[in-house]
């Protein structure tokens, strides 16, 4: 069936470092995947999402690139702030296979130290 | 003002009760889910519902029925609580289903504490 897996639990950075978060899947189809986050005592929020024409999508600074090739939808920015502490999850949307679920991975949290 | 309501915000039941988890949507959505965050298991699906007709169901254990009397309402029974149960329940909503890649829209979450 489909997956997704997201290697690191827990991540503690300092500001200003880049970073990356991995995120690889796997499905029978060319699914869509997509990157929420969710800070403390909040709900989850898309924070972006692949396109079928292989744009890299960008949002507050972070992109990802979807390479079909090694499966993977890493998540990544240039220089880390305070605010983006929260809790990262990549999701899986494998329309095809007439799946009614957005299937989550098990969550990468995000520390960011001053 | 949020578009996607879940009442109560924060439940307390004994084991063994029932107890029913509301949701009402306003964005005009036609997709509605129910997911389930807790330490043991991050985000987990639990049912989708499209037009008010259940599309998938990935949770083994009857004693959570959903419940569409609208079709922006997805409500959530749970029978014969256990502590288990303990989570956050988050109510979703998309404008069609996941076959379109559309955004998931959370609502703030009913956090459920079974004694």
């Known amino acids: 069936g489909d997956s997704v897996t997201q290697t690191e639990g827990l991540v503690t950075l300092t500001e200003g470092l880049p970073v990356m978060l991995n995120c690889t899947y796997q499905s029978t189809y060319s699914p869509f995947l997509f990157w929420y986050v969710q800070h403390l005592n909040e709900a989850p929020k898309l924070l972006l999402k692949?396109?079928?024409?292989?744009k890299r999508p960008e949002h507050q600074g972070f992109h990802a690139t979807l390479h079909k090739s090694s499966s993977s939808f890493h998540l990544q920015k240039s220089s880390a702030q305070l605010s983006d502490s929260a809790l990262y999850y990549c999701?899986?949307?494998?329309?095809?296979?007439?799946?009614?679920?957005?299937?989550f991975g098990s969550g990468t949290q995000l520390t960011v130290m001053p | 003002d949020p578009k996607i309501i879940q009442k109560p915000k924060y439940l307390v039941a004994v084991t063994g009760s029932e107890k029913i988890l509301i949701c009402e949507q306003y964005?005009?959505?036609?997709?509605m889910y129910w997911y389930r965050q807790s330490a043991k298991k991050p985000l987990e699906f639990m049912f989708s519902?499209?037009?008010?007709?259940?599309?998938d169901n990935q949770t083994a254990s009857s004693r959570f029925q959903p419940q569409s009397s609208k079709k922006n309402h997805l409500d959530l029974q749970i029978t014969a609580l256990k502590p288990d149960d303990s989570a956050t329940y988050f109510c979703?909503?998309?404008?069609?289903?996941?076959?379109?890649?559309?955004?998931?829209?959370f609502g703030s979450g009913t956090r459920l504490t079974v004694l």
């Open positions: 964005l005009g959505h036609n997709a």
């Open positions: 519902y499209s037009y008010q007709k259940l599309m």
């Open positions: 979703a909503s998309s404008q069609e289903g996941p076959a379109s890649a559309e955004t998931l829209y």
């Open positions: 692949s396109f079928t024409d292989n």
């Open positions: 999701a899986l949307s494998a329309a095809s296979s007439g799946s009614w679920q957005l299937i």
